[in-house]
């Protein structure tokens, strides 16, 4: 049986995994151009190795994110509909899940394009 507190605990995670996914994104695109840099300085391939290794464990986090971030989403809508369906639909609490879920899924749709 879904809650207004089990909405308030699933609109969290969401958002938490939402800025968790933002910050993967930009240590990506961070350590991207700090490999260009070195590659373009001439680094000690060692360092370099050592740098594009960063990189990729980067860039994996980033679909794992994504993953856990969908699986969120639809745990957030579940218990939005359940709570719907006992004609609760009004307070702070749904007006802030709602508007997650819009955001994550919105999202969704810029990164398919």
Do not use: W
Request: glycine share 2%; net charge negative; proline share 3%.
């Amino acid at each position: 049986m879904a809650t207004v507190r089990n909405l308030k605990i699933k609109t969290s995670t969401c958002k938490r995994i939402l800025k968790e996914l933002h910050s993967y994104e930009e240590e990506v695109e961070r350590e991207t151009a700090k490999t260009a840099d070195m590659k373009d300085k001439g680094a000690d391939p060692y360092d370099l190795k050592q740098q594009e290794n960063v990189l990729a464990e980067s860039r994996m986090m980033v679909p794992d994110c994504r993953k856990r971030l969908e699986a969120a989403l639809d745990d957030l809508k579940g218990a939005l509909v359940e709570l719907e369906e006992t004609d609760q639909k009004d307070g702070p609490e749904f007006e802030e899940a709602r508007t997650i879920i819009a955001d994550v899924e919105k999202l969704f749709e810029s990164s398919e394009v």
